[in-house]
């Protein structure tokens, strides 16, 4: 564990590197539009990275709507799967949104990982929509 970090992206260069996860995962892995991937909401979201021995192998980035968290672009490189590297991204995300003290926390998840979401402490709610053509559905933190 001692080999893992999740850190705020405070500059261009880390910025830089979470981009390029994403366009590993979203544009090239999952085929959604680059148009789509990076939007509007780069500018304003904090972003996140997963450093794994100094090398950056997953991100997020969070979107705060009033006093709402939306956590966004979930992301770990193929090959660093199954490794908890996703649960150590949102455990520090949720660690983080509570620090600032947010009121509620949820996500547009990707239907497919539902269970996976709950595991980590996620409600599903509501119906199932579609964005960048994969299957989505939202997702709250806790009991919201
Ligand atoms: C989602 C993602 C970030 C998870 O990262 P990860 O580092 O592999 O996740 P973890 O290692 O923390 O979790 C793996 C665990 O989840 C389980 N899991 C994986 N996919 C699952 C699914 N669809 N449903 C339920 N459980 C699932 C694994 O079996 C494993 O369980 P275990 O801990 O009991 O062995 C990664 O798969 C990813 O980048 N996917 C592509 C991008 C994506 O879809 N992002 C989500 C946008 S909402």
């Known amino acids: 564990m001692n080999n893992i970090k999740v850190r705020l992206a405070k500059n261009k260069k ?3 590197m979470v981009f ?3 366009k590993i995962v979203f544009i090239k892995e999952q085929n959604v539009s680059k148009n789509i991937e990076r939007d509007e909401f780069d500018k304003t979201a904090k ?3 997963l450093y794994y021995k100094n090398r950056p192998v997953g991100c ?3 979107r705060f709507i009033n006093r709402k968290a939306k956590l966004e672009r979930i992301a770990v490189l193929k090959e660093y799967r199954g490794k908890g590297f996703g649960k150590i991204i949102v455990d520090y995300l949720i660690k983080y949104c509570k620090k ?3 009121k509620k926390i949820f996500m547009n998840a990707q239907y497919y990982l539902k269970d996976y ?3 980590l402490g996620f409600k599903p709610k509501g119906i199932i929509f579609e964005e960048a053509g994969i299957k989505h559905i939202k997702m709250y ?3 919201k």
């Open 14 to 16: 880390e910025l830089m």
């Open 20 to 22: 390029k996860i994403r």
């Open 47 to 49: 972003h996140f990275a």
């Open 60 to 62: 997020a980035r969070i």
């Open 100 to 102: 600032k003290k947010m």
């Open 117 to 119: 979401y709950k595991k």
């Open 141 to 143: 933190f806790g009991n």
